[in-house]
């Protein structure tokens, strides 16, 4: 290999070498993300109904047991709406609908609303849990 | 007909720039009174209602933030007409057609912005879109917006600052022969404030107001329509580059292969004009 070749190759490495060393700690920097744990506290008097919406979470209770669902669409994570009548989600947004277990039953979206684990309190308020 | 084309070439990038300048003004008062944290909704209620004035500057922000792009637009149509493009070196048209991409990035930005049930629902779709490209969606959406209490802060980032940044850095160039004098800025100041005044904003919808449907921006309908019927990687990442890549395409292009790029653009951006006409209805 003629020297100025080598050199060359050389100078491309180092330059390639310089830019993912600087590279680095600034893409490390950009998706530095804490994951936070969100409670939402249904208080007896906030669940009353059979179908009980805060804060993007919809809790629900068939017979005598409650599970939770996320109120965001697993299309596009628009907030569905619940609609008493036929006892169905339906998205906003561009129009899917999910049964009330959460079940996807029409429209763009191909997975169930998403359930969410519950914790039952001494003081009798259930408390919700998801991830933002 | 030559008229028209000598008024389109005389007054409308004056024009163009004129509601660019006033919008960026406009947009200064606003953020002295807007933060991005705890109740957005409230926060631009309270500027709209209770701020004396801000009810004007929050209108004349908005009709000069769409008045800049929908003239840019018949600004591009123009010349895309005229086939000026040949006139431009690659890099050049590039960089003009990547700036209209901004723009359009610009008021979809402050869309999700407004803070009501519309710009949250915008916000989360294009999180999602993003989140779905294959292998990096998850990291880069990090980039442009999160979830939770930063909701709106990148959003605010990149509408005032950094996304304006790059808009006049790749159109200095361009437009610094068009820059409108001191009294036609005027004028048209006076013009759009007048009508500022008048003008009815659409109304914001509370973000816990139960509606059956909730639209996007007007010129993201067409693809919000798709998104019902396609995957969301195809309409929300593919149409819009699929086109970027054409139109850029263009420049370089003669020929057949010139005469094949010009058509297919001319009829995508009819179909979505149509699409777009029948979704705003
Ligand atoms: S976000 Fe629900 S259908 Fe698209």
Sequence with gaps: MKRSVFLKTIFVLATILLCIIFLYPIISYLLYREQKIVKVSFHPNERLGKVNFKKGVYLIKSNHNWYALSAHCTHLGCIVNFDEKTEKFHCPCHGSVFDISGKRVAGPANRPLTRLPLRFMKNGDIIVIKRD | ?281
């Excluded at chain 2, 018949?74 to 960089?95: K, P, V």
């Excluded at chain 2, 008021?107 to 629902?121: A, Q, S, T, Y």
């Excluded at chain 2, 059956?212 to 195809?234: D, E, M, N, S, Y």
């Design chain 2, 1 to 281: 007909m030559g008229y028209l084309r000598h008024y389109l070439s005389f007054y409308l990038p004056r024009l163009i720039l004129s509601s660019f300048l006033i919008c960026i003004l406009s947009g200064i008062f606003l953020t002295i009174h807007y933060r991005p944290f705890g109740d957005v909704f409230r926060c631009v209620e309270e500027i709209t209602t209770v701020i004396p004035y801000g009810f004007f500057f929050r209108r004349l922000h908005y009709i000069t933030g769409q008045l800049f792009v929908i003239l840019a637009l018949i600004h591009i149509g123009d010349h895309f007409l005229r086939r000026t493009y040949r006139r431009y070196r690659f890099r050049d048209w590039l960089s003009l057609i990547a700036s209209i991409y901004i723009a359009f990035a610009i008021i979809f930005m402050g869309f999700v912005l407004k803070g009501d049930k519309e710009g949250i629902f915008a916000g989360n779709i294009m999180l999602n879109i993003i989140k779905g490209i294959p292998l990096i969606g998850n990291s880069i959406s990090d980039i442009f917006i999160r979830e939770g209490e930063d909701f709106f802060w990148l959003p605010f980032l990149y509408h005032c600052f950094i996304l304006p940044l790059f808009l006049i850095i790749f159109t200095r160039r361009h437009i610094h022969n068009w820059l409108p004098n001191r009294g036609f800025f005027l004028y048209v100041t006076l013009f759009l404030s007048t009508f500022a005044v008048f003008f009815k904003m659409p109304m914001d919808i509370p973000p816990d107001a139960v509606v059956p449907t909730v639209k996007g921006p007007w010129f993201f309908l067409a693809i919000q329509k798709c998104l019902t019927k396609i995957p969301p990687l195809f309409a929300g990442i593919g149409i819009p580059i699929s086109f970027f890549i054409l139109i850029s395409l263009i420049s370089l292009s003669k020929g057949h292969l010139e005469w094949f790029i010009r058509y297919t653009i001319l009829i995508f951006a009819i179909v979505y004009g149509i699409i777009t006409i029948l979704e705003y209805r």
